[in-house]
């Protein structure tokens, strides 16, 4: 199981960064870091798989506070897992550092959102969300009864 969990943590980081090099980088970032988030949302959707079929998904809103105030979130990668009635959501977010944040005055430091999404219907107690690279006390979060909305 661990040699899994890192394999799978090598190949998100390596999918980063190419990903990150396919994907323009901001103009003035020095450094990239990976970090976590916390889940704001979670819904069901339904969406077309042909004419007259639709399947349904489950759409998780995440927010991320970034590193500094000119600092930006990079497209987010992410994986899922589903086992049973259980879904695990593996995600790589990286913050683009910008030099200039340190001497900028912030009033608010700055969110970011992004959404991912895993196949079927899960309730918000079913749904784990893993940020790779980060602490492991920062590393999961799981989804709250208050976070579910259906559309």
Known sequence: MLTRTFALTAALVTLAT???SAIPVPEGTVNLSPIAGRITRIQTARI???DNVTGSETR?????????????L???VSHSEVRGRRATIYV???????PQS????CVAIPQANAEVSVPGLFQPRQVRVVFLGV?????????TAASLSDR
């Open 92 to 98: 790589t977010a990286l913050n683009a550092h910008n």
């Open 135 to 143: 602490p492991p006390e920062a590393r999961e979060v799981r989804g």
């Open 102 to 105: 340190a001497i900028a005055n």
């Open 48 to 50: 077309p798989v042909a």
């Open 74 to 76: 990079l497209p987010v």
């Open 18 to 20: 190419t990903a990150a």
């Open 60 to 72: 998780v809103s995440l927010q991320f506070t970034l590193n500094g105030c000119l600092d930006s």
